[in-house]
Nanobody, 120 residues
Framework: QVQVVESGGGLVQPGGSLRLSCAASGSISSISAMGWYRQAPGKQRELVAAITSDGKTNYADSVKGRSTISRDNAKSTVYLQLNSLKPDDTAVYYC??????????????WGQGTRVTVSS
């Protein structure tokens, strides 16, 4: 069994910063990509940022320049640093990990989500 668990969400004032963390655990053979999506109330889930196992990154235009995704392969953990937060960044942030369990094919695993609220 594998788990993907996020942490680090919360309430932050506009202009503030947050660091989200996401750790994958279990019988993992390999992880090819990890990243973050978010879903705001009444909106579709959208990609925020992603990172491959060799460090290639991709960002949504809405967060480019204000966020940094990084990864610790030894800990199977991905981080998302969000800066200059705006009320539009309010959403539930979901982490994903594209990985292969022992004896299985590569699959996409999701965390349960962590809520980020940007408000004064």
């Amino acid at each position: 069994q594998v788990q993907v668990v996020e942490s680090g969400g919360g309430l932050v004032q506009p202009g503030g910063s947050l660091r989200l963390s996401c750790a994958a655990s279990g019988s993992i053979s390999s992880i090819s990509a990890m990243g973050w999506y978010r879903q705001a109330p009444g909106k579709q889930r959208e990609l925020v940022a992603a990172i491959t196992s060799d460090g290639k990154t991709n960002y949504a235009d809405s967060v480019k320049g204000r966020s940094t995704i990084s990864r610790d392969n030894a800990k199977s953990t991905v981080y998302l640093q969000l800066n200059s937060l705006k009320p539009d960044d309010t959403a539930v942030y979901y982490c994903y990990s594209r990985m292969r369990r022992s004896g299985d094919v590569e699959r996409l695993y999701w965390g349960q989500g962590t809520r980020v609220t940007v408000s004064s």
